[in-house]
Every structure is written in structure tokens, then in C-alpha cells.
């Protein structure tokens, strides 16, 4: 079983000589990679101590560079500290059909005016 760390010790871990992030609810220590990172220091400094599963996304970081971050796992974030995915609601499902409907009547309504001109 690993280790699990709250976000608020993460958070602590913010500077370049301590640096900690969370990449899809895993935590790394990557002080020791911060200047061999091709993005540069700053761009890891950037996202330390907090969840920059965002940022390692964005990036569309390699299957290589996925691999190396295995080297640098340190934990789990803990489960109290991942954000529950809230299920779509009937409301949501509904909110979305009325605009769309509201959409396509707009259009169809400016068309029938053109039309007519």
C-alpha cells in the first residue's frame, strides 16, 4: 500500500529546493529534476506545491517523460483531498435541451425573417 499525503504538506513543499507536485492524484518530489527539465526551472517552480495534473496535460508530455516520472513518486495524494466528480444531473441533461432548443429556435426565427426580406 503507498503512502497517502495531504494537499496542505504538498502546498509546504513550494521552492526550488523543495518541490513537490501532484500529477492525477500522485505525488512527486521532483526537486532533484528541476534543472535537468527541458520546459526550464521556472516552468516546474511554476506548478510547485499544488496539482499540476493540469499543466502535464496541456503540455502533451511523451510516454518517456511519463516514464521518468515514475522515478520521482513519492505517494498518493490523499483521499480526502481529490475533488469529487459531481454526476450529471436530470437538471443539467434538461438545462442543456432547453438551450439548445432555445438555439435552433433562435436560428430558425432569423432565418424565416431573412427570408421574408
Known amino acids: 500500500m ?3 499525503i495531504r ?3 504538498v502546498k509546504q513543499h513550494n521552492k526550488p529546493t523543495d518541490l513537490w507536485v501532484v500529477i492525477d492524484n500522485k505525488v512527486y518530489d521532483v526537486t532533484k529534476f528541476r534543472l535537468e527539465h527541458p520546459g526550464g526551472e521556472d516552468t516546474l517552480v511554476d506548478v510547485a506545491g499544488r ?3 493540469k499543466d502535464f496535460n496541456d503540455v502533451g508530455h511523451s510516454s518517456e ?6 522515478k520521482y513518486y513519492i505517494g ?3 483521499a480526502a483531498d481529490i475533488p469529487k466528480k459531481s454526476p450529471i444531473s436530470c437538471r ?3 438545462l442543456a435541451l432547453g438551450a439548445a432548443f432555445i438555439g435552433i429556435s433562435l436560428v430558425y ?3 424565416r425573417g431573412v427570408a421574408r426580406n
Do not use: F, G, Q
Request: hydrophobic share 45%; no cysteine.
Open 2 to 4: 503507498s503512502k497517502e
Open 7 to 9: 494537499l496542505a504538506t
Open 51 to 53: 496539482d499540476a495534473t
Open 65 to 70: 517523460a511519463r516514464e521518468m516520472l515514475k
Open 76 to 78: 498518493d495524494l490523499d
Open 92 to 94: 443539467h441533461i434538461a
Open 109 to 111: 426565427v432569423i432565418r
